[in-house]
């Protein structure tokens, strides 16, 4: 059996573990991923049932498999290629779930299954409501990191995006928050996946036709950004390298652009709003319960 490295378990300011040897094995045995859409893996889709390719960066559907499946992929790639016993993963998020409902619905559920490390990144869709209260979020977050810590388990938070074109108004309230989530780290003894600081998601070709949404290269990216919160190395130590600038755009495509994607997906999102609906009504999570990952090819 293979030896783990022995670190301290507190994160430095960077969100990552001191004194960890990032070739170390992960000591995780059981991950459970919560949270909402991002989480869920929209809109890095698996190939259909028939095997054939699913699009990426746009609705479908095919069952998605976004970062945290790809983060349980390295983590049960290094445990097995040492000698250790495959990574058993569980992914509980659900898209349109406001933070309310992942503390109500998902922590509970995730903490039954006795694991060892919780990925909890939600509240982004409470920041695009209008009466969003940032130190109210915040201290439900708390919360529900207290209660997973106190059984011992290690627990991964993400910072907010930095938004820009459409979105840029919610700069402001996604800083505070994320002002609050390394607070909330530091307090805890909690991992940090820094979304804010990973400077390739600040263009337009990591997102998805939506723009709130990552393409499979966006879901790479982050995934390898989530080994380094938990003080592992990337995958590609090349992660957080922007890409190549694009040309300019016209003001006319710029602006059709932007009415075809505000017709498209802002509508219909209002429309839901309007109706007190969500996007995730009815949809049960796609991993439910710990599987060793990744799961069997008939499974």
């Given at each position: 059996m293979a030896d783990v490295t022995t670190q301290d378990s507190t994160p430095t300011p960077d969100g990552t573990t001191p004194g960890a040897a990032p070739t170390s094995v992960p000591p995780w045995t059981r991950y459970v991923a919560i949270g909402d859409s991002f989480s869920e893996g929209l809109w890095d889709p698996y190939p259909y049932d028939d095997g054939s390719p699913a699009p990426g960066g746009t609705e479908s559907a095919a069952k998605q498999r976004g970062w945290a499946d790809r983060l349980a992929g390295a983590l049960s790639t290094r445990r097995t290629t040492?000698?250790?016993?495959?990574?058993a993963y569980a992914n509980l998020a659900i898209r349109g779930r406001l933070l309310r409902h992942i503390l109500d619905e998902q922590v509970d559920v995730a903490?039954?299954?006795q694991p060892d490390l919780v990925s909890f990144v939600g509240g982004g869709n409470d920041i695009l409501r209008p009466?969003?209260?940032i130190d109210v979020l915040s201290a439900r977050l708390e919360q529900g990191v207290a209660a997973i810590r106190a059984t011992g388990a290690d627990v991964l938070l993400g910072?907010?995006?930095?938004?820009?074109?459409?979105?840029?108004?919610?700069?402001?309230?996604?800083?505070?928050?994320n002002a609050n989530i390394w607070t909330i780290a530091r307090k805890h003894g909690a991992h940090v996946l820094d979304?804010?600081?990973?400077?390739p998601l600040f263009d337009l070709r990591m997102w998805a036709d939506d723009r709130i949404h990552l393409t499979p290269e966006g879901h790479r990216r982050v995934a390898d950004a989530a080994l380094v919160g938990l003080g592992q190395a990337p995958v590609d130590p090349d992660y957080a390298v922007a890409l190549d600038p694009l040309p300019p755009q016209a003001f006319v495509e710029r602006a059709r652009a932007n009415a075809q994607w505000a017709r498209t997906h802002v509508v219909p999102w209002v429309q839901r709003r309007i109706k007190h609906t969500s996007s995730g009504d009815g949809r049960a999570p796609k991993w439910g319960a710990p599987t060793a990952w990744p799961p069997a090819a008939d499974e």
């Open positions: 040492a000698g250790e016993p495959a990574l903490l039954a299954m009466q969003a209260d910072t907010g995006f930095k938004a820009g074109a459409g979105l840029s108004w919610t700069r402001g309230r996604v800083g505070q928050y979304l804010w600081g990973l400077d």
